[in-house]
């Protein structure tokens, strides 16, 4: 009967020290919320031009949030549902969105050159700024967003070749800082809402 008394405050006070070790994380139990430091490595310098032919940089769009969107103007899906989605958005948050610009940057400068970025994104609305250049500089700028593409070729399409890419909407604060992104499958009511506390 000793024998049994003594193996269980044994286990007792092993279990007690493997609590105290571990942390009370480990066992469920309510802890303070864990706060991360430093800054997301999201966003950068980019040297671009516009659909006027201007040449622009991220310092041309200081002073006010960017919403930054990556993509090709023959996607069938992805690209026009998220800009419209954008437009909608921001129709929704009224004078709010006059504090953001919306940026559309062309992953396919091949055949996206400045001329046809700048007409395309005008069919969302005249705030859009579309943004192309060479594919170096297309590069620097997808690589600063950690934007995934390529060039996939497909035979059967009338168009010879599709871009596959990283569909996310990225939210930049009025000083180039990343503050958050979107899925492109977001519906235009939950960006709103989100713009809208952010703004």
Same mark, same amino acid.
């Given at each position: 009967?000793?024998? *049994?008394?003594?193996?269980?405050?044994?286990?007792?006070?092993?279990?007690?020290?493997?609590?105290?070790?571990?942390?009370?994380?480990?066992?469920?139990?309510?802890?303070?919320?864990?706060? *991360?430091?430093?800054?997301?490595?999201?966003?950068?310098?980019? /040297?671009?031009?516009?659909?006027?032919?201007?040449?622009? /940089? !991220?310092?041309?769009?200081?002073?006010?949030?960017?919403?930054?969107?990556?993509?090709? /103007?023959?996607?069938?899906?992805?690209?026009?549902?998220?800009?419209?989605?954008?437009?909608?958005?921001?129709?929704?948050?009224?004078?709010?969105?006059?504090?953001?610009?919306?940026?559309?940057?062309?992953?396919?400068?091949?055949?996206? /050159?400045?001329?046809?970025?700048?007409?395309?994104?005008?069919?969302?609305?005249?705030?859009?700024?579309?943004?192309?250049?060479?594919?170096?500089?297309?590069?620097?700028?997808?690589?600063? %967003?950690?934007? %995934?593409?390529?060039?996939? !070729? &497909?035979?059967?399409?009338?168009?010879?070749?599709?871009? &596959?890419?990283?569909?996310?909407?990225?939210?930049?604060?009025?000083?180039?800082?990343?503050?958050?992104?979107?899925?492109h499958t977001i519906s235009e009511q939950a960006?709103?809402?989100?713009?809208?506390?952010?703004?």
């Amino acid at each position: 009967m000793k024998r *049994s008394v003594l193996s269980w405050l044994v286990m007792v006070l092993a279990l007690a020290g493997l609590m105290a070790y571990v942390g009370p994380t480990f066992f469920n139990v309510t802890s303070p919320p864990v706060k *991360s430091t430093g800054k997301a490595l999201i966003g950068g310098a980019f /040297t671009l031009v516009d659909g006027t032919g201007n040449t622009v /940089t !991220e310092k041309s769009f200081a002073g006010k949030y960017m919403l930054v969107f990556f993509g090709f /103007t023959h996607c069938p899906d992805i690209c026009p549902t998220s800009l419209l989605v954008t437009k909608n958005a921001l129709e929704k948050i009224g004078s709010k969105a006059e504090k953001l610009t919306p940026i559309f940057i062309t992953i396919d400068p091949e055949r996206d /050159t400045v001329d046809v970025v700048g007409r395309y994104v005008q069919n969302f609305g005249t705030q859009f700024v579309g943004l192309s250049g060479t594919p170096e500089q297309i590069k620097q700028a997808a690589d600063a %967003y950690k934007v %995934y593409y390529q060039k996939v !070729e &497909d035979k059967d399409s009338g168009i010879g070749y599709v871009m &596959d890419h990283s569909g996310f909407i990225y939210l930049m604060d009025p000083e180039g800082n990343y503050v958050t992104h979107f899925p492109h499958t977001i519906s235009e009511q939950a960006l709103a809402e989100a713009l809208g506390n952010y703004l």
